[in-house]
């Protein structure tokens, strides 16, 4: 459902850019809102979230999806925990539609899904091992790297049970805005992705606002 | 033909398990009573890290349900089995577990001391248990299989649990392509409508597989699982019971 945010982008207290192939992680604090921008248009921000008090607790995506009967995520979407907690609320969203059930690229996937040769090419699951390993004081590792959220990508389920990576539908400065219910460690991974032309195989970057 | 006994037991509802199944070997599991669903999931044990991922799965081979000539990948790439043969035509991997909350709203809380093993186990509780078996916990419970059950998606995205979709003796068999730490357990899926608990155990028989041929349907489902079978070859580069290089089991049948 498209929505627009009544916040404005100068009273935000944080404002990053993260380029295509980077990582972002910081912490949320319960009732901060949070707003992913797709600067460029058609880049998938690759999504993460812990409590920031137990980063045993994360976002579940097969909790999320059962939980709303739905395997979209759009403006009243409750990001649910593994514990079912609800973590984030997408208060707005101009982009209408994002996916949680395709999962990041990784170098090992990437050769099964585009060429044995590929395994050396930069990939989201790399960006996320660079973050745990540089982060540690979060003290998390390979372990902790779950089945995510892919803002601003478009994953239809078919009738018949077909996977589809349809065309993107986001545009250059369309965005998602979650409300977060606790305190949350936010882990992106800016998609590097070179063989899908759902980003014309041209990755940019996104930004991430956070208001208090 | 080897002298190989075939094992087969029973696995009987609201139950857990899990077992070391060696690549070559074939998992034949059969709904007795019709509505079972089997909660799976699939770990490396030499390498505990490396585990079932369902958006791999699913984005290799562009599918949101599985069924025969599909493969289950893990999160490196690799193949942990074949899904040889297939009844039902689709089974269920995003949905996750049933919880002790979500059970105990829909069917109420019937614990150990009250109702024994007519208890109504949850299947987040049941993996729970067998993780720690292996010094794994919740952070390494990833989205699981729910075998025997079906929940389609319409255009919208929402989901509908298909009920009465396994009859009694619809069956499913997986070949593994390497050595694979097998968590299970007999709960209901976590869609599964309000009424009495579905009790439902599953039959299950251990054998070994017929060999990978050139012309095998999980092999050439599609160019993503030529590829994926390649990564095993990698992987099993070297070993005794693994000849070629395109990932062929030899040797087994001729003990």
């Excluded at chain 1, 050396?120 to 091992?129: E, G, I, K, L, T």
């Excluded at chain 2, 075939?6 to 034949?28: C, D, F, K, Q």
């Excluded at chain 2, 489902?221 to 005794?240: I, P, Q, S, V």
């Amino acid at each position: 459902m498209i929505t627009e945010s009544k916040l404005n982008a100068t009273d935000a207290v944080i404002a990053d850019t993260v380029l295509a192939g980077d990582y972002y992680m910081k912490v949320v604090k319960a009732g901060q809102t949070m707003r992913i921008v797709d600067l460029e248009g058609n880049q998938a921000a690759d999504t993460l979230f812990y409590s920031a008090a137990d980063p045993s607790e994360r976002y579940s995506a097969m909790d999320t999806i059962r939980e709303q009967g739905n395997v979209f995520l759009t403006t009243g979407t409750v990001l649910m925990s593994n514990e079912c907690n609800p973590m984030l609320e997408i208060v707005a969203d101009t982009c209408g539609r994002h996916d949680t059930l395709g999962g990041a690229c990784a170098t090992e996937s990437n050769t099964v899904r585009y060429d044995l040769e590929k395994r050396c090419m930069h990939a989201c699951r790399d960006s996320w091992m660079l973050a745990v390993a540089e982060n540690e004081n979060f003290g998390m590792t390979k372990r902790d790297i779950t089945h995510n959220i892919n803002f601003f990508m478009n994953v239809p389920v078919t009738a018949d049970g077909g996977l589809t990576f349809a065309d993107g539908i986001s545009a250059p400065g369309k965005y998602v805005e979650l409300k977060a219910a606790m305190d949350v460690i936010v882990l992106v991974s800016n998609c590097p992705q070179l063989n899908n032309p759902c980003n014309a195989y041209n990755p940019t970057p996104v930004e991430v606002l956070i208001w208090d | 033909m080897s002298e190989q006994a075939n094992y087969t037991t029973t696995i009987p509802a609201a139950s857990h398990w899990s077992l070391r199944v060696r690549r070559g070997m074939e998992l034949r599991i059969k709904d007795i009573e019709g509505g079972a669903n089997l909660g799976m999931l699939f770990y490396n044990p030499e390498d505990l890290l490396e585990r079932y991922n369902a958006p791999d799965t699913l984005k290799c081979q562009h599918t949101f349900k599985l069924t025969k000539g599909n493969c289950l990948y893990s999160d490196m790439g690799r193949i942990f089995c074949s899904i040889t043969e297939d009844s039902l035509g689709w089974h269920d991997t995003v949905c996750g577990n049933s919880t002790k909350s979500s059970i105990a709203k829909r069917f109420g809380d019937k614990n150990y001391q009250q109702a024994g093993n007519q208890w109504h186990q949850n299947g987040y509780t049941a993996f729970l248990v067998e993780l720690a078996k292996y010094g794994l916990g919740k952070k390494d419970m990833a989205a699981n299989l729910n075998l025997f059950s079906k929940v389609s998606v319409d255009d919208l995205g929402n989901l509908s649990y298909v009920a009465d979709h396994s009859q009694a003796g619809d069956e499913i068999v997986l070949r593994f392509e390497m050595d694979t730490l097998v968590l299970l357990h007999t709960c209901p899926h976590p869609l599964h409508p309000a009424g009495k608990y579905p009790a439902k155990p599953v039959a299950i028989t251990l054998q070994q597989a017929e060999a990978v041929a050139d012309d095998d349907i999980c092999l050439t489902h599609c160019a993503e699982n030529g590829r994926g079978f390649k990564n095993n070859a990698l992987y099993l580069a070297g070993d005794a019971g693994f000849t070629s290089a395109t990932g062929h089991h030899g040797g087994c049948h001729d003990h």
